[in-house]
């Protein structure tokens, strides 16, 4: 009984506090002074969402965003977890690589926008570019901390045993960095998403990000808050998929090895 409340209140509790934010935003729509055009209301928003749907308008910026997070980031997960790994390991290459990569983190990746457009133009590529910056710094620090973490006595063993670096990195790092870097990715996740969002808003002639900035030189803010919503909804969606990632058996079983 205990376990069906608790799910119960799971589903109920966010349910709910959208109901309240929308009962809200409909409540300073009817009752302040801002017209339509400055504040559109929930039933506007809603009715141009259904017109951006049934053109196809809002199924094809979605999937353009959804693309280029999906290769960006994609491309940060293959680089930047060896890289990880390699600095966690071995100590002269954080000593020649560390200094670089704790110098070009605190970048924003916004501020390469200039240089990311002059290098591959308007289209799809600098925008990705920026998508794997945004990924790729977070998940070579997060990675590398977690290998600097793992008990040295495995190692220890792992050399009793005569373990090749391939088996080092197969049977003990890997499942022993597996829970931190699964967390490093959901939070990268997120980081992806809004600098998708940025990027488009200069970069493309696609996507959430250009949906919004179109609307907005239209004085459209319907579509503008049809496209706010579409992101966030996005957002929840990936991290609910995350949350999933993490909770399967084989990270349950990496970090009982660990």
Known sequence: MMRKA???SFILFP???????FLLWDGITRYSDWSHQVFPGPMVVMQSALDLAQDSSLLKHSVAS?????????????LGIPLGILL???????????????FLRPISPLAWIPLAMLWFGIGDQPAIFLIFLASFFPLVVATAVAVESINPMYFQVAANFNFSRIEVITKIVVPAIIPEV??????TVAIAWLVVVA??????????????????NALRMDNVMVGMI????IGLLLDIIMIRVTSVDYLKWAKAKK
Request: charged share 15%; proline share 2%.
């Open 66 to 78: 959804l693309y280029r997070v999906t290769v960006g980031f994609y491309l940060a997960v293959m």
């Open 199 to 216: 990027a488009e808003m200069i970069a493309v002639q696609s996507g959430l990000g250009y949906l919004i900035v179109d609307a907005r």
């Open 88 to 102: 966690g390991r071995m100590t002269v290459a954080k000593s020649l690589i560390n200094p670089l990569i704790q």
């Open 182 to 187: 699964v967390t490093a990715i959901r939070l």
């Open 230 to 233: 579409t992101i966030g909804l």
């Open 6 to 8: 608790l799910k119960r």
């Open 15 to 21: 349910v709910l506090s959208f109901v309240v934010i």
